[in-house]
């Protein structure tokens, strides 16, 4: 399983559906890699077409096979509107290492709303060992009986 840092760079979203009959929307999303949640900014006035172009930062350890992004629109004295998630599998960037801004489906109570674009990085860890070293707690080369 790997274990390293994931960069994420959230690029943008289009045709997402309009929750604001008044005003433009104000979106943000909401990066979740199993445990741990990142917010982006709120891109005010934007409405169905945000741009954001923020990059963020996670740590991958065992068990870590995908990403969600979760989108909201930000509305002031009530509960922010969810407008759809996105689920990214994270299997092709462990390979691959890098993803250019890809196209990802937007979905909310199985319909699709859109999409979002996002780039992925995945650098591994240097280190894989598991608190020791292979070869620091003995055994025969380390034995001092002479065959």
């Not at 979740?32 to 917010?39: A, E, F, I, M, V």
């Amino acid at each position: 399983m790997p274990h390293g840092t994931l960069e994420v760079v959230l690029v943008s979203a289009k045709g997402l559906e309009d929750s604001d009959f008044l005003n433009s929307m104000d979106p943000y999303v909401l990066l979740t890699c199993r445990t741990q949640d990142q917010k982006s900014n709120v891109a005010s006035g934007q409405g169905t077409t945000p741009e954001w172009n923020e990059t963020f930062i996670f740590n991958v350890s065992e068990g870590t096979t995908e990403l969600k992004a979760k989108i909201f629109d930000t509305d002031v004295g009530t509960e922010d509107d969810p407008l759809g998630e996105a689920t990214i599998p994270l299997e092709a960037v462990f390979l691959e290492g890098d993803i250019p801004p890809s196209a990802y489906n937007v979905v909310k109570d199985e319909e699709f709303k859109g999409e979002i674009w996002i780039a992925l990085s995945f650098k591994p860890s240097e280190n894989r060992s598991r608190g020791f070293e292979e070869e620091s707690y003995g055994g025969w080369k380390n034995s001092e009986a002479s065959y």
